[in-house]
């Protein structure tokens, strides 16, 4: 199994960015989570960020035929970009939406995810986990 982990703009800065909401952890950390848990479960992964839509969308785009699953944390996009959603949407591949502070606790605008519409999961307020958690989830999708 193949999984590409999308991080839009401004993951790169965690540990950084607002300690308080993002955690302390930075995003080395992350990327060194998500590559042992995979390695542990014997899938692939390849990680990808970047703080620019267009990026984003040829990387969704890329991983058509070449992934089995998506995770994907678009930041600030996820409040903004139709276009995401129908990168996400074109390529049919199982999405699952992470974020790592609770959306659902925070301003009324980080309510809106353009993006959900296209994913089979959300997990949200769960910091670094929620990206191994997702992994799970689409180790065992049907």
Same mark, same amino acid.
């Given at each position: ?36 848990? =995979? ?18 969308? !040829? ?20 409040? %903004? ?20 502070? =609770?959306?659902? %606790?925070?301003? !009324? ?34």
């Amino acid at each position: 199994m193949k999984i590409l982990v999308i991080n839009g703009p401004n993951i790169n800065m965690l540990g950084i960015r607002e300690p308080d909401i993002y955690g302390k952890e930075d995003y080395k950390t992350l990327c060194e989570s998500v590559e042992n848990h =995979a390695n542990q479960k014997g899938i692939e992964v390849k990680l990808y960020q970047s703080n620019h839509e267009g990026d984003l969308i !040829d990387e969704i785009q890329n991983a058509y035929g070449n992934f089995d699953g998506i995770v994907i944390n678009a930041g600030a996009y996820t409040h %903004t970009s139709i276009a995401l959603l129908d990168a996400l949407k074109a390529v049919g591949l199982p999405t699952v939406e992470v974020h790592i502070s =609770a959306l659902e %606790t925070r301003e !009324d605008f980080r309510q809106i995810s353009y993006i959900r519409k296209a994913c089979v999961k959300n997990i949200t307020g769960k910091g670094i986990k929620g990206y191994l958690e997702a992994i799970d989830f689409l180790v065992d999708f049907k």
